[in-house]
């Protein structure tokens, strides 16, 4: 019969108990039994309610403290030297000074690249190869939380990262390197893996290898070919091959011919793909359906999926036949029955992913003959598509025309880059490398509580409004006192950079725990486009005005770009994208110009997530980059030449967009380069970047405090590629996260760094 199975299921709890756990834990008010007791709570609740809804499959090592990629490298014992290691299991300590860095006494361990997991807001710990490199097995945890969930009753189907996608996903320092030269030193571990899996008692296991979605080399076809020749031939246990985000094209033949019992495909991104996978799929392989939406939240459409599944069916039979999520369902809230008071029009379209896992034993029943026992569910499945296609909630005709009236000229600035240059030096009179921050300012508790007592009517808005204007004016302040020559606000009003805007804009929904994981214990709350977006009222007028006015040095107005409201949102799926994504633009837009009426003088518009959003095929980049592109565009052309308009984008692979990132066309680019020692910086010096720039040079995802030294140095490399008129100073990101006690030192060193590099440059220059 055709059964429902899932893929993975978040593992923050309902009520992000593991970051909780996780920052105590950090913080050293808890002890690591404390931890790791936490965690296995979190772990068996998951599975008790996979396993209550009616799955036939239930995965195991989808849980993890902090990243599953960081877990295959601790499973493998592939720890960079400089961590220290022991090298027999790796510890919580090596584990956790890899995602987040490590500093107490004379140690100083900056933590290792992360970057984001394919196209999603999840971000992963990149692993670090170099030739000759050993492995050993160093960690047994897929095994043990099989055997955990073994001891509750339930038999699970362990996850694991495959060993191809692991090695393509890493980087080395010698760009000639390729890490597939080490396929064959890691296979036997994973073949090790297997077989204590097998003696464990698992049946089948779920290999995870979407890099198959990507356009591949042939060698790592190749590697494919090779690594599953081998793993297959290492136990008895049966490998569901799975593959999400994507369509394989012309990877599809590879993935067919491995000798593997199962393949999962993504039906969602990529339905017409199942066509192509049916005429050429051997006999006896299993097919997972992905059919149910893993990445978003809308209520799966029953009667669109319905002929997709029978064609399945007719052509490979029931017993052939799995229904899945279209991937993990770690991208999706946890339970939308713990929202009391949400929108209930909105909410009757939703479905997170405790509702997912009920879809999806609905539709396996109904296909596998039991449609009278799962009759109300169908029927209420079809009322909820209707209604929303139906609702008069979701169209404005005001917003449909002026979207329509958008023209060429409005997506161009009045002067040319170096025209605006001139009149932005005549007025800003800024000093050679500018210092500045991106935007936040550590959310401390004090702040979280005022919000809180605030929304819970505990205190007036006079009282809240009071709170806020003493932060800001505390941190102009101090931003004065250390030097920095462009302020910020602070953002202290602010939840977060998406939500806080989506909260002003017609069309969205907000949850008060939607969460999802960003990584390790950030976790984010994406807010949901239902329908037309459009802005009323200013948004963030108000105190980036009060801020400037307490202030001779410019203040940035600190905005949120269109692309990342869009790709940081929950999207509705009944018109395209790019559609959506101009309707933010001319919202943001507006507030853009409304700053420079109250006499803001520079204009950060962060578009965090815009690379993202690209397209994992390369054949599909210039239709996504040209929207993309103009989007932000039309955000940030109605200003007057004087107004610099500044960008931020988060930790990325430039080199292949180059060229859309010199089309924004903004005065100045700052982005996350610390990590990686301004490796990202090649990509500007090949292609000779016309504009400005401010590569980070303070990892602000570490609690580690860089010293100043250390900046000097991430400084004296970015000139080696811009000129000093070119660079700015500044974090890799906003210090939202970060603590006041982590703030003061490592900023107020960024600023001492600063001055130290101009006075070199200085020195260098021929006397008169």
């Avoid at 593997?260 to 199942?274: E, I």
């Avoid at 302040?477 to 805007?501: A, K, N, P, S």
């Avoid at 907000?510 to 948004?539: A, H, L, N």
Wanted: glycine share 6%; aromatic share 8%.
């Amino acid at each position: 019969m055709v059964v429902a199975t899932n893929l993975g299921y978040p593992r923050i709890g309902p009520r992000r108990e593991l970051k909780r756990a996780l920052e105590r834990y950090w913080s050293g008010k808890i002890a690591a039994s404390d931890l790791l007791d936490a965690a296995a709570a979190i772990r068996r609740d998951n599975w008790a309610t996979q396993s209550a809804a009616g799955l036939s499959s239930v995965p195991s090592n989808d849980f993890s403290l902090y990243d599953q990629i960081l877990d295959t490298t601790a499973m493998l014992g592939a720890v960079p030297k400089r961590y220290g290691w022991s090298g027999e299991t790796v510890d919580l300590t090596t584990y956790f000074a890899m995602a987040r860095g490590h500093q107490e006494g004379d140690v100083d361990l900056p933590a290792m690249e992360m970057t984001k997991w394919f196209d999603t807001n999840y971000h992963y710990i990149v692993p670090e190869f170099h030739a000759g490199q050993s492995f050993q097995f160093a960690s047994t945890k897929p095994v043990d939380e099989f055997s955990e969930a073994r001891e509750q009753g339930v038999a699970t189907r362990p996850v694991l990262v495959g060993p191809v996608t692991y090695l393509l996903l890493g980087k080395s320092d010698d760009e000639a390197f390729d890490p597939l030269t080490l396929l064959d030193s890691i296979l036997p571990i994973y073949a090790e893996v297997l077989q204590r899996l097998e003696a464990a008692g698992a049946e089948w296991v779920q290999i995870d290898e979407p890099v198959l979605v990507l356009d591949l080399e042939p060698a790592a076809r190749d590697a494919f070919a090779r690594a599953y020749e081998s793993l297959t031939a290492a136990s008895g246990l049966k490998i569901l091959l799975t593959t999400y985000f994507g369509d394989l094209r012309e990877n599809l033949s590879t993935a067919l011919a491995l000798p593997v019992h199962g393949l999962h495909v993504d039906l969602v991104r990529a339905p017409d793909q199942l066509d192509d996978i049916l005429t050429d799929i051997p006999d006896g392989l299993l097919l997972s359906l992905g059919v149910i939406d893993g990445r978003n939240v809308w209520k799966a459409d029953f009667r669109a999926l319905n002929d997709r599944i029978a064609t399945a069916i007719d052509r490979l039979g029931p017993d052939r036949i799995q229904i899945a999520p279209s991937c993990s369902l770690l991208h999706t809230p946890v339970d939308l029955d713990l929202e009391t008071d949400f929108d209930p029009d909105v909410r009757q379209w939703l479905a997170f992913a405790r509702q997912k896992l009920d879809e999806l034993v609905v539709l396996s029943r109904a296909f596998a003959g039991d449609t009278d026992a799962v009759a109300a569910e169908l029927q209420a499945n079809r009322a909820a598509a209707g209604s929303r296609a139906e609702s008069d909630r979701i169209h404005s005709r005001t917003v449909a025309s002026r979207t329509a009236a958008v023209t060429e000229s409005m997506l161009h600035r009045a002067a040319e880059y170096e025209d605006r240059r001139a009149f932005q030096n005549e007025h800003l009179e800024l000093p050679l490398l500018p210092t500045t921050t991106i935007g936040s300012f550590p959310q401390t508790g004090d702040v979280r509580s005022a919000r809180a007592a605030f929304k819970r009517g505990k205190s007036t808005r006079e009282e809240y409004d009071a709170f806020l204007r003493t932060a800001i004016e505390d941190s102009i302040r101090w931003q004065e006192e250390i030097g920095l020559d462009v302020l910020v606000h602070g953002e202290f009003e602010r939840t977060d950079m998406v939500e806080y805007f989506a909260q002003k804009l017609n069309g969205f929904a907000f949850t008060k725990r939607g969460w999802v994981q960003s990584y390790g214990s950030r976790c984010v709350r994406p807010p949901i486009i239902y329908g037309d977006v459009s802005r009323e009222d200013p948004m963030t007028v108000e105190w980036t005005r009060y801020a400037q006015s307490l202030t001779d040095r410019p203040v940035k107005g600190m905005l949120t770009g269109p692309v990342t409201i869009l790709q940081w949102s929950f999207v509705r799926d009944d018109q395209p994208e790019s559609d959506t994504c101009r309707q933010i633009a001319l919202a943001i837009r507006d507030e853009v110009r409304d700053l420079e009426w109250t006499g803001i003088k520079i204009i950060q518009i962060d578009e965090a997530a815009l690379r993202e959003g690209l397209p994992l095929r390369r054949a599909d980049w210039d239709k996504y980059l040209d929207w993309a592109v103009a989007c932000f565009r039309l955000s940030s052309s109605g200003v007057s030449p004087e107004i610099q308009v500044h960008t931020h984008m988060c930790y990325s692979e430039f080199n292949d967009i180059i060229h859309a990132i010199t089309a924004m066309d903004a005065d100045v680019i700052s982005i996350e380069s610390s990590r990686s020692k301004m490796e990202l910086l090649d990509a500007f010096a090949a292609y000779d970047y016309p504009a400005e720039i401010g590569p980070g040079v303070y990892d602000i995802h570490s609690p580690r405090v860089p010293g100043e030294p250390e900046m000097e140095d991430l400084l004296d490399l970015a000139l080696d590629v811009f000129s000093s008129r070119q660079l700015w100073v500044n974090p890799d990101c906003g210090l939202k996260t970060r603590t006041w006690d982590e703030v003061r030192p490592a900023v107020e060193r960024m600023v001492s760094a600063a001055q130290k590099v101009r006075d070199k440059l200085a020195a260098a220059q021929p006397s008169a």
